[in-house]
């Protein structure tokens, strides 16, 4: 315990949230993804990991207890960030909270807006944890099954009286 305890020392945790897609109703995303950078105060881009090949990340919310971390953040200039930049590419899926599953590569990049920021100053931390906080899906999605399935019944049913 005492060494986890020590690996876990100047770790930040980082809340992550697009706006736009909270608002549509996304609670995962599975993203492939080519660039990762940092977005200051000033609306500057800085460059934190490069993927020669696409990478492939899972994205769930905060209930879920995933997160990544990310040791590259140690390289950037003291400042104050207040977005990442996720660069993407091809065959993006997004999965909306009524289950809805929808395949879209018309995004170049997807913006995440670092919930109090993240200010480095000389002390750098030695990684970063990001969460992101997504929508929880709907307890009537697992539903869905059976509702089809009985509305079904009650269409046969009409649609036999009315003969």
């Given at each position: 315990?005492?060494?986890?305890?020590?690996?876990?020392?100047?770790?930040?945790?980082?809340?992550?949230?697009?706006?736009?897609?909270?608002?549509?109703?996304?609670?995962?995303?599975?993203?492939?993804?080519?660039?990762?950078?940092?977005?200051?105060?000033?609306?500057?881009?800085?460059?934190?990991l490069?993927?020669?090949?696409?990478?492939?990340?899972?994205?769930?919310?905060?209930?879920?207890?995933?997160?990544?971390?990310?040791?590259?953040?140690?390289?950037?200039?003291?400042?104050?960030?207040?977005?990442?930049?996720?660069?993407?590419?091809?065959?993006?899926?997004?999965?909306?909270k009524?289950?809805?599953?929808?395949n879209?590569?018309?995004?170049?990049?997807?913006?995440?807006?670092?919930?109090?920021?993240?200010?480095?100053?000389?002390?750098?931390?030695?990684?970063?944890?990001?969460?992101?906080?997504?929508?929880?899906?709907?307890?009537?999605?697992?539903?869905?099954?059976?509702?089809?399935?009985?509305?079904?019944?009650?269409?046969?049913?009409?649609?036999?009286?009315?003969?």
């Amino acid at each position: 315990m005492a060494k986890l305890e020590e690996d876990n020392k100047g770790i930040k945790e980082l809340i992550l949230k697009n706006t736009r897609n909270y608002n549509l109703g996304v609670s995962e995303m599975n993203l492939n993804i080519t660039k990762i950078t940092a977005m200051d105060s000033l609306g500057v881009e800085h460059f934190i990991l490069n993927f020669p090949d696409q990478y492939s990340l899972n994205i769930k919310g905060v209930g879920y207890g995933r997160f990544y971390r990310l040791k590259k953040i140690m390289n950037l200039p003291p400042n104050t960030y207040t977005r990442l930049r996720f660069y993407l590419g091809n065959d993006n899926q997004f999965i909306f909270k009524d289950g809805v599953v929808e395949n879209k590569s018309v995004y170049d990049y997807l913006d995440f807006e670092i919930e109090n920021n993240l200010t480095l100053n000389a002390e750098k931390p030695s990684g970063v944890k990001i969460w992101f906080d997504m929508v929880p899906y709907e307890l009537s999605r697992h539903f869905k099954f059976f509702s089809n399935w009985v509305n079904m019944f009650k269409n046969l049913r009409s649609s036999i009286q009315n003969t």
